[in-house]
């Protein structure tokens, strides 16, 4: 490491696909100097990303930490899709820019986000290192049992139909933090995480390396998500097109965003439905009830891909707030070495926390993800090397 002792910042940028969340930390002690989140980009007063990037530069300006400050040592962007050329992070380059370009269509919710804050960045510091760290990356050494789609070969290979995964980053972030509050070693530690915020995801990993993952392609396989539908017969899109007359551009908006929670019962926010069901609302409870029966099934999946558990790990907005789904996800499966404690359940918590009891011989913890810290960590890794 060569690091500056007066170049120690750095500012992190995860562009979603309506939000742009931002975090600048000093590397130097960890701390974290800002952060903040600018939500429904496109609904309202924030017209597009670019806009939302300006209300992200001068926010940090209004604190008297501009983009301009001479302590950044490198921006950090969070890349959802870097197919099967990126699997470290990498320092961004027109050529790199035109690479990620490429894989648009690939994740096109979320990848013309990443591109936005890049181009706007590089546009406010030239001289600046900026750095992709990629959501596929950490499930670059899935298995091909895992990766591999029972498809036609070379199909497969000449169009890059294959299980990439994403959500990568805080399925690493989580299960580094889980063996660190079981005090185990990271090397020894097999845990299950479930990332479930907007988009949501389930991982299986074992001494540090995921084995499987539950999105693919895109982030549209896997779990029941906001407003997606996660696992369906792919017939279902034939059946759409022949007989419902649909387009695909119709089918893919259908199963992107007018599915998940929010096509089943109009409410897309966990919290909504949790209120809907305490008034006795049939429509939020089925789509209650189809969410946390596929997060069971990926539980049992990936408790045999991984022959012995030593933890599941619940992150993101619902995983780390609703106690509810925590709750019906592990019900009942004491066969699997899980016991969920009610009372710890049900207690909020800001730090990663244990909500087992005792006995349980599989640990269940809440832990909350940080996506930025981690890129930060990376970023600041790749540009003092
Ligand atoms: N207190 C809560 N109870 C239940 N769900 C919550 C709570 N707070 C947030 N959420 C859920 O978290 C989701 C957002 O999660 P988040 O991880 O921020 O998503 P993303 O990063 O994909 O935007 C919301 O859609 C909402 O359903
Ligand atoms: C990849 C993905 O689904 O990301 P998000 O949850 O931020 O939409
Ligand atoms: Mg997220």
Redesign the pocket.
Known sequence: MNHSPDRTRVLVVNS??SSVKYQLLDMADGNRLAAGLVERIGEGPVADHTAALKQVADELSAQGLGIDSPALAAVGHRV?HGGTRFTEPTLITDEVLAEIEKLVPL?P??NPANITGIKVARQLRPDLPQVAVF?TAFHSTMPEAAARYAIDTDTADRYGVRRYG??GTSHAYVSKAVAELLGKDLAETHTIVLHL?????ASAVAGGVCVDTS?GLT?LEGLV?GTRSGDIDPAAIFHLARVGGMSVDEIDTLLNKRSGLLGLCGDNDMREIGRRMGEGDQDAQLAFDVYIHRLRKYVGAYTAVLGRVDAIAFT?GVGENSAAVREATLRGLAVLGVEVDTVRNALRGTSARLISTENSPVAVAVVPTDEEREIATQTYRLVGA
């Open positions: 979603g696909s959802v994740a919710l979320h959501d994403f959500h915020g907007n988009g949501a995801s999105m982030p998500m993101a």
